[in-house]
């Protein structure tokens, strides 16, 4: 018969704490379908008052914690970071750290952590290792994903189940990278990408874009760039080209009268610029079988 996770009493009313067997642990990440990425732990902990972890040697996990309300604090080295509700942090396996709950509005979290041979690669592209905190745009989206991976070690533990788990947490962490990257609505990164998708087929010069929502140009390009990887002129670009196949796709448009509705006077240019992307003519494309 196998082991049930075992949960711990942390004095937290509601809490939800999941720890699979290290027997287990080791089987899952010596297994092919999860020695990719393990969910070793993970739980919901309610208003946390007096919680504190101190690992002065770090663990050998990878910790993700998402706050969902109140506040609370996360060390790592020596630098201390703020954490209040719709953060995330990241903790680097073996990382000196600690973490705990404010005394005065103790914080509400989903927390997991992770082993594996993809970890470091899957939380990588996560500004959270730069800057371990870092604000989500989804926050609802996160928690429901973590309550189904609670859920999910909430029950007897198979092979089947552990998959289930790592399936979760490698969405978590895709999901995390999305939101921690892409601007919050009305910032002026996510006004200026909003502006670019309303005028695919118009021109705008980089420096009129920045003066519309009141950055500098470098300023913007950087967001574009941690944003997309690259600046502002390549992500509408970009959009031209998503709008050019989905006319491709859908209409009996000529190549001549797409590139005029995507913005470009020369279809000759546009036919150069759609290969370059697509390593197709436009023409190539429209006959390729799809779906």
Not at 162 to 185: C, H, I, K, Q
Request: proline content about 7%.
């Amino acid at each position: 018969m196998q082991a049930a996770p075992q949960a711990r009493r942390e004095g937290f009313a509601g809490q939800r704490l999941c720890v699979l067997p290290r027997p287990r642990v080791a089987a899952a990440l010596a297994a092919p379908a999860t020695r990719r990425l393990v969910v070793t732990d993970a739980g919901w902990f309610p208003r946390a008052s007096g919680h504190l972890r101190a690992r002065p040697d770090g663990v050998p996990e990878t910790i993700v914690i998402v706050c969902v309300a109140g506040r609370g604090t996360v060390r790592i080295g020596t630098e201390t970071h703020a954490v209040s509700a719709g953060t995330c942090a990241i903790i680097p396996a073996s990382a000196p750290h600690e973490y705990r709950a404010s005394a005065d509005d103790p914080w509400t979290i989903w927390w997991m952590h992770l082993r594996g041979t993809d970890v470091t690669d899957l939380v990588d592209p996560l500004p959270g290792l730069a800057s371990p905190v870092r604000s989500l745009r989804g926050l609802d989206r996160v928690a429901a994903l973590f309550d189904e991976l609670v859920s999910t070690m909430e029950r007897p533990p198979s092979d089947v189940r552990l998959v289930a788990a790592s399936g979760v947490a490698w969405n978590l962490l895709a999901r995390l990278a999305v939101d921690t990257v892409l601007p919050a609505e009305g910032t002026p990164l996510e006004r200026a990408m909003r502006y670019l998708e309303s005028r695919v087929e118009g021109s705008i010069q980089v420096t009129e874009l920045a003066a519309m929502v009141g950055l500098s140009p470098s300023h913007l390009g950087a967001l574009f760039r941690e944003a997309t990887g690259g600046g502002a002129a390549a992500y509408h670009a970009s959009l031209r080209m998503a709008r050019a196949r989905s006319l491709l796709d859908t209409t009996p448009l000529t190549v001549a009268e797409v590139a005029r509705a995507v913005g470009y006077a020369d279809p000759l240019y546009f036919s150069r610029h759609f290969r370059r992307v697509h390593d197709v003519s436009p023409s190539g494309y429209r006959a390729q079988h799809k779906g």
